[in-house]
């Protein structure tokens, strides 16, 4: 029976770093989820092919008015702390392959030099939401999110032409936020597309939230490596994937 098995701690990985291993029905590992610092984790884990990550935006959550009184996502954001942005030395060419990457508008000017300085060649990408919030806050209304895919030579995008879009329109799953509470879930459309479009078999996130990536992953027949330092988030993902898992036709 597909299952996480919790094995407590992966001595391989780093002391003290909780880590869920899922099978499929075959008993083959397809995910292996690891509780704690990306910053620590990510290196340990070797090559990847694609690193495929929504790391935290650099947000202003100021404002917002009787909106913000209306909608709390933006409070939900900062209770979380994610909004302040993360560090570049997360994305590593010499382990992966390749890297897709969301970011803030104002995160692109730090994010895109340093994908041309390290990769071969990188896309500009963006997911348009089919309900933007009823906002502009002296600035442009948060239609659309941007995400990088770079990539080095035998990396780069695959699919069929129909997939090589560089923007996808695509509605919040709101089931899943009420099932899972988190703010920033990103719509399976999105990520079905993302893996679609990257190469090769290890797919790693190093910032996997309640594990958006992976069940995309997974559903391509991918390997999954899952990085999340939140435990409710953790055990959200390892919930997710699980699932993910005992769906497969094969399975």
Known sequence: ??????????????????????RNRAGDIVARLYQGDAYAIRPRLGFMDCDVMDPPYLLKTSGGGRYRKARKVIDEIEANGIEKGFDLSIINPLLSGAVVC?????????????????????????????TPQPVANKHYR?????????????????GELADKGRSITAGPDRALKKRFGHPTI????????????????????????????????????KQFFGIEREPRWFEAAVTRITEAVKGLRNE
Request: hydrophobic residues 45%; proline residues 6%; negative net charge.
């Open 186 to 221: 990103k719509p399976p459309a999105v990520m079905a597309k993302i893996m679609r479009n990257v190469a090769g078999e290890r797919i790693c996130d190093p910032f996997m939230g309640t594990g958006s990536t992976g069940v995309a992953a997974i559903e391509e027949g």
């Open 142 to 158: 948060p239609d659309r999110e941007f995400f990088a895919h770079a990539w080095n030579k035998g990396f780069h995008p695959q």
């Open 1 to 22: 029976m597909t299952a996480a098995n919790l094995i407590g701690v992966d001595h391989a990985a780093g002391d003290d770093i909780g880590v869920a291993i899922i």
């Open 102 to 130: 969301f970011c803030h508008n104002d995160q692109l000017h730090e994010l895109l030099p340093a994908l041309a300085g390290q990769f071969h060649r990188y896309a500009l990408l963006d997911w348009t939401k089919k």
